[in-house]
Nanobody
Framework: QEQLVESGGGSVQAGGSLNLSCVVH????????LAWFRQVPGTEREIVAT???????GYADSVKGRFTISKDDAKNTLYLQLNDLKPDGTELFVC?????????????????????WGQGTQVTVSS
């Protein structure tokens, strides 16, 4: 029953950077597993990055070396740093949260673990 609110999206040119935030309203933020997803128009939503309760990250192969997921338990906030953005047009980045004790690698292949979702923040990358 967590509430998540994303921010930080915008329009940038290829090679640029953005820092996305997700404020999570939860009784125990530090008990959650968290993730960022992206959805390209006309395609299925895909997991971009995950982070476990231990703070260890996991990344999809498509973003390794360019994106960084992190969280701040004191601020109940999840972050995604986007670097070297590709000219992929417009994508919706959504954060999700779930209750569990799984690690980031397992979470990358288990989207069903995330039961709470934000509305998303739009990222547009032009050539």
């Amino acid at each position: 029953q967590e509430q998540l609110v994303e921010s930080g999206g915008g329009s940038v040119q290829a090679g640029g950077s953005l820092n996305l935030s997700c404020v999570v309203h939860a009784y125990r933020f530090d008990s959650l597993v968290l993730a960022w997803f992206r959805q390209v128009p006309g395609t299925e939503r895909e997991i971009v990055a995950t982070i476990g309760r231990d703070g260890m990250p996991g990344y999809a192969d498509s973003v390794k070396g360019r994106f960084t997921i992190s969280k701040d338990d004191a601020k109940n906030t999840l972050y995604l740093q986007l670097n070297d953005l590709k000219p992929d047009g417009t994508e919706l980045f959504v954060c999700g949260g779930g209750r569990g004790s799984w690690g980031a690698p397992w979470l990358l292949r288990t989207p069903s673990a995330f039961l709470s979702w934000g509305q998303g923040t739009q990222v547009t990358v032009s050539s």
